[in-house]
């Protein structure tokens, strides 16, 4: 039976991942360059971990096309990949997380008609996040899609880094998680196990 995908536990997913790129770029000032759900590999903790690092340096093509749904705007156009479209794919995943929707460029264009016909801000959610949720402000979930939305900013100079990204999604963990730190700290082992909350693989 597949575990419930709660909202603390695709926050923790999605935190998992920022980190790892927040490392790759920051360590290498380079992308990652092909970001989508089916390179996040998770444990039985939902301990994220990120594949197929530095692929594209060697199948640019073929990175960049199997990522379709995770395309920025600007590579349409230049083809290359950079810390700005990796910060758009993770909005894409993100988006993902949140609605429980295959990737799709047109997720942002769904949450943005959401907001114009004035829908319920719960009925953008996935029906398993919103479980329980008595408050999305509360509980991050608005902040979250609000960074996503961010992310996928179509001009690549307005999207954040993903070392802001980690730290506003640091800021808007769910209250409702049982021992925050034990769940989130890359310093903390997980399980007691010793195993950091992401890595790069």
Known sequence: MRPALTWARRHKIALGVARALAYVHAGHGEAHGSVRSSNVLVDEWFVARVAEYAVHRLLVAAAVG???????PELQSRGRCSPRTDVYAFGILLLELLMGRKA???????????VLEE????????????????????????????LAMGCC???ASARPT????????EEVRPRNSSRPSAIYSPAEPRSDAGTPTAAVV
């Open 162 to 169: 993903m070392a802001e990204v980690v730290r506003q999604l």
């Open 104 to 114: 799709s460029g047109e997720l942002p264009a769904v949450v943005k008609a959401a």
């Open 153 to 155: 900013a179509p001009v």
């Open 119 to 146: 829908v319920t801000m719960m009925e953008v959610f996935d029906a398993e996040v919103a479980r329980g949720v008595r408050s999305p402000a509360e509980e991050g979930l608005l902040q979250a899609l609000k």
């Open 66 to 72: 199997k990522a379709d749904g995770y395309r920025a």
